[in-house]
């Protein structure tokens, strides 16, 4: 593999601010984890400050400083939750960095707000069906979930749990209102 000269170096470091993460390991956007890893190494063989020893003091500088993002693209890229945080900032076109702290509590909100809603009432009613369905009371959670959709329509998961409510009301024995208990 040939060395990157030093004028190839301080073009990569005055260009490695504007680059996004795609860009640094030279990958296009759908590729899988394993293109990520793949693209990282053939990156980091070329451009390692080790790999290119014989660079003077300040292009080895330099260069380090592009291997710490190649490292930190990777870091994003190669895990699922980051790397879905990443690419929506990017699609909001708010820069083509992301710090992993940021790109971890990103990914921990979504997280969140997929199971517990995104909604203040979204989250008020499911809290209750989740309550309900703790004591056995089946039915007032079905009515719970279905309250909690009316604010969140499209969250897929109060409506698998609505459906397993109500596919658990479905197979639960009729009792009668009125016998004596």
Known sequence: MAAITAAEVHALASLVDELDYYQLLEIPRDVPASGVKRAYYTVTRRLHPDANRDLPGTERELLENVA???????????????????????????????????????????????????????????NLARGDIDRGDLASAQRNLRTALTFESDNAYFKKKLEEVTAALKSAPVRDPFALR
């Open 68 to 126: 710490r993002r190649v490292s930190e693209a990777y870091q994003v890229l190669r895990d699922g939750r980051r790397r879905q945080a990443y690419d929506a900032q990017l699609a909001t076109g708010s820069g083509g960095r992301i710090q992993l702290a940021e790109a971890e509590a990103q990914a921990g909100r979504a997280a969140v707000e997929h199971h517990m809603g995104r909604t203040p009432n979204g989250r008020r009613y499911f």
